[in-house]
């Protein structure tokens, strides 16, 4: 098992910053891959942004691709995503996820991650 808890989430002016944080505990948080998805009210979980279990590889989606940033140090057990230009279409409840995944392809998938966290809001006001 691993539980996980996102923290840093809150109410930011458009093209202001938010550092969210995934903190980690249980089973070696080095051996998952970690991705952030978010859901807006009304829509589909989508994804964000992910990380390889070592960092060496990072994917985003096109929507965020620019602004934001993943990282992970493993010594802390934790992940991060950072926040940059933010919009009001960023407003969303943020979750992260860990997962076993075993190729590229699966990254974007929320199907394929096997814990998450329980969200922490972003609000981006015009």
């Known amino acids: 098992q691993v539980q996980l808890v996102e923290s840093g989430g809150g109410l930011v002016q458009a093209g202001g910053s938010l550092r969210l944080s995934c903190a980690a505990s249980?089973?070696?948080?080095?051996?998952?891959?970690m991705g952030w998805f978010r859901q807006a009210p009304g829509k589909e979980r989508e994804f964000v942004a992910a990380?390889?279990?070592?960092?060496?590889?990072?994917y985003y989606a096109d929507s965020v691709k620019g602004r934001f940033t993943i990282s992970r140090d493993n010594a802390k057990n934790t992940v991060y995503l950072q926040m940059n230009s933010l919009k009001p279409e960023d407003t969303a409840v943020y979750y992260c996820?860990?997962?076993?995944?075993?190729?590229?392809?699966?990254?974007?998938?929320?199907?394929?991650?096997?814990?998450w966290g329980q969200g922490t809001q972003v609000t981006v006001s015009s």
């Open positions: 249980g089973r070696t948080f080095s051996s998952f891959a």
């Open positions: 990380i390889s279990w070592s960092g060496g590889s990072t």
């Open positions: 996820a860990a997962g076993t995944l075993s190729g590229s392809a699966y990254y974007t998938d929320k199907l394929k991650y096997d814990y």
